[in-house]
């Protein structure tokens, strides 16, 4: 779990000490001009990225799920994802794309936003946050299907290892008729890379 920002200062103090040994172990001087406070900024920083621990989907939606007769996809695209590799803590960063399928429930647009910051705000993978937003829509309007794409570059690609500029990482999570009806998950892909052709 991430230091706790509404803790005692002890905390975050502790945190710094360790921040501080590891620049040390980088073989630098925390106490040098540029290095004083980052430390701290570290821990802060640190707490920003990963708030979505102490953030649930109940609280995010509150409410704003309503009864409607709408039975047509409602796809919300291009959110920014901003999130952190758990294996390197490096960032990965993309968009995402959300579709769903009413059964009498409709959800207001800027919740599907919050839901995909709140899961991304933690220490993450690709794989795993596109399932959770998945399931969390999924779970919040019981619709007839859901559907969830998540394009991303990772730092941990491009700065290190295979050192792969280019590359782009795409997951995809389906529930109900995305999953079963071909037509429909065929729309969606559609819908969503659209763009690429009539650059909307």
Known sequence: ???????????????????????????????????RGTPQRVVRSLQSLTAGYEHDVAGVVNGAAFADTYSEMVIVRDI????????HLLPFFGRAHIAYIPDGRVIGLSKLPRIVEIFARRLQIQER???????????????????????????????RGVQKQNSRTLTSSMRGVFLSDQRTRAEFMELVHRRRADGT
């Open 1 to 35: 779990m991430p230091v706790d920002p509404s803790g005692p200062p002890l905390q975050v103090a502790e945190a710094g000490h360790l921040v501080e040994g590891l620049l040390r172990f980088l073989g630098e001087d925390p106490t040098r001009e540029g290095l």
């Open 129 to 159: 946050l596109t399932t959770q937003i998945a399931d969390a829509l999924d779970d919040v309007l019981s619709p007839l299907g859901v559907g969830v794409i998540i394009e991303a570059a990772h730092l941990c690609m491009m700065m």
């Open 80 to 87: 920014d994802v901003y999130s952190l590799c758990e294996h």
